[in-house]
């Protein structure tokens, strides 16, 4: 069966949001204007509002709250959409007034169904009234939508005057895999959908500002990080720079490593950790042996459960449909090993596969030949993306590539992929989300002033550090 013929079979089962009627207003800042040099009390003017360059449909609303503060109580965001990727107690920052445009490009697929709009390639920028002369554009991690990245990235980069822009990457959920004609174009679309809306949103921004942006900056988490990695290689002249989350690594190679070499092992292995009988230690360094670090045992149940399986499935059928025939994403949870049975996603082997499987794969693959700085950070208790076989591995591309002069990596040690684990786990792991501001503040200072950021280094938790402190500290310097 087609991907196309799956497509037609089979109904989205994402929710959709109520549709949204907001005013067209526009709160243009003077010629010139700093963040700082506008009264905090601006309120919105009636102007028009600039057009968003290629979209197909845009609305927009002059809002008193750009930040979350705001925007969840006016239906201007979706908390579905950053559920789980920041800790609880993250402070929401406030008093961002500006305009918000949301919208769509064209585009033939429609997992998306925000606003009732059922149409993918959607994004939202945001105008602050107090502009800094910057802008940051991200897309969403995982299978997320244009939302995602709103409490974590958005927040911060509005209050510090910066405009704003995200997209949801052309699709979205767990049935992404269905768009496209040939294995590996649904993420191929996701760097087209980062470099279409960074280029609509630069014009956007210079039209509403009567300015050109002074700096555009591309950051972004997991999948939004291998979209940072990927527009600076392919698209520097884009972009003054990049701060890099714990992106997935994809290599143009087609070789590994990469989420189809170690989720096999860890969805093959794992099950015999948990039975605890007598192969259970020869398990665990089958585990360890794959990426997944000493000392992170206690997360393995919640991984297994929540993302190695359905993870290394719809990835799989993305780039490798062919694997179980006309079975679309694999069999959860299926026991490796059966003879005669389905093929199963735990007996995966990626170097044994065909070779167009490995074509599939280096389509949308990372070669280190960034072209502008480049700040990566990635968690030492990563258990979806272990940093031994992703950003380590990056690294290296990095420096092979002769690239290391715009390249800095930070290890932060006890960080996780999934930042809301630390409320669960205070005594072992630690927050990103400072470490990620941290390095960005890094980035500007670099491109600022020409200082460079602390060499790349393991970064360590400080002894003694409580709950709160890691909340809102994550020292760079050595």
């Known amino acids: 069966m087609t991907r196309a013929s799956r497509t037609a079979l089979r109904p989205y089962r994402l929710t959709a949001l109520a549709a949204l009627t907001v005013a067209l207003l526009s709160l243009p800042a003077p010629d010139g204007a700093s963040a700082t040099e506008q009264p905090a009390d601006v309120s919105c003017a009636r102007t028009d509002v600039p057009r968003v360059p290629g979209a197909a449909h845009q609305q927009a609303a002059c809002l008193k709250e750009l930040t979350t503060a705001g925007t969840v109580d006016s239906g201007h965001t979706d ?165 890099d989350w714990e992106g997935t690594l994809w290599r143009a190679e087609g070789k590994g490593p990469g989420l189809l070499t170690f989720l096999p092992p860890a969805l ?117 993306l272990p940093i031994s076989k992703d950003s380590d591995v990056y690294a290296r591309m990095v420096r092979d590539a002769g690239r290391g002069d715009l390249f800095r990596y930070y290890r932060v040690e006890d960080g996780n992929h999934v930042d809301s684990l630390a409320d669960t786990f205070p005594d072992e792991l630690r927050p990103l989300t400072p470490c990620h501001r941290a390095a960005f503040t890094a980035l500007e200072t670099w491109l600022d002033h020409g200082r460079r950021p602390p060499g790349s280094h393991t970064v360590p938790r400080p002894e003694g550090a409580s709950p709160a402190g890691l909340l809102t500290s994550c020292p760079l310097e050595r």
């Open 268 to 384: 093959r292995h794992y099950p015999a950790v948990a039975e605890g009988g007598p192969d259970a230690g020869k398990a665990r360094k089958a585990m360890h042996a794959a990426g997944f670090p000493r000392g992170t045992e206690f997360l393995w149940p919640y991984f297994h459960k929540n993302y190695w399986d359905l993870t290394q499935r719809i990835y799989r059928e993305e780039i490798d449909p062919a694997f179980d025939g006309d079975t679309e994403a694999g069999t959860p949870f299926c026991k490796p090993g059966v003879p005669g049975g389905p093929p199963c996603d735990a007996d995966y082997d990626y170097s044994s596969r065909p070779r167009e499987v490995h074509r599939a794969a280096a389509k949308v693959g990372l070669t280190g030949r960034i072209g502008k700085p480049l700040i990566t950070l990635h968690g030492t208790r990563d258990t979806l």
């Open 79 to 243: 908390p579905a959409d950053w559920a789980g990727l920041t800790p609880a107690k993250l402070p929401t920052p406030h008093g961002v007034p500006g305009v918000q445009i949301d919208g769509y490009f064209p585009d033939t697929s429609a997992t998306n169904t925000n606003h009732g709009w059922q149409h993918d390639a959607q994004f939202v920028l945001r105008l602050p009234a107090r502009w800094n002369g910057g802008l940051v554009v991200a897309g969403s991690p995982g299978n997320r939508e244009q939302y995602a990245n709103d409490r974590a990235i958005g927040d911060w980069a509005l209050k510090r005057g910066y405009a704003f822009a995200a997209t949801d990457k052309g699709n979205t959920g767990v049935d992404f895999h269905r768009d496209g004609r040939t294995p590996g174009d649904a993420v191929a679309e996701w760097n087209d959908r980062v470099t279409q809306l960074t280029r609509a949103a630069r014009t956007t921004v210079a039209r509403h500002y009567h300015r050109a942006p002074s700096r555009t900056l591309a950051t972004g988490m997991s999948n939004g990080g291998y979209l940072v990695r990927w527009q600076l290689e392919n698209h520097p002249e884009l972009y003054d720079g990049g701060v």
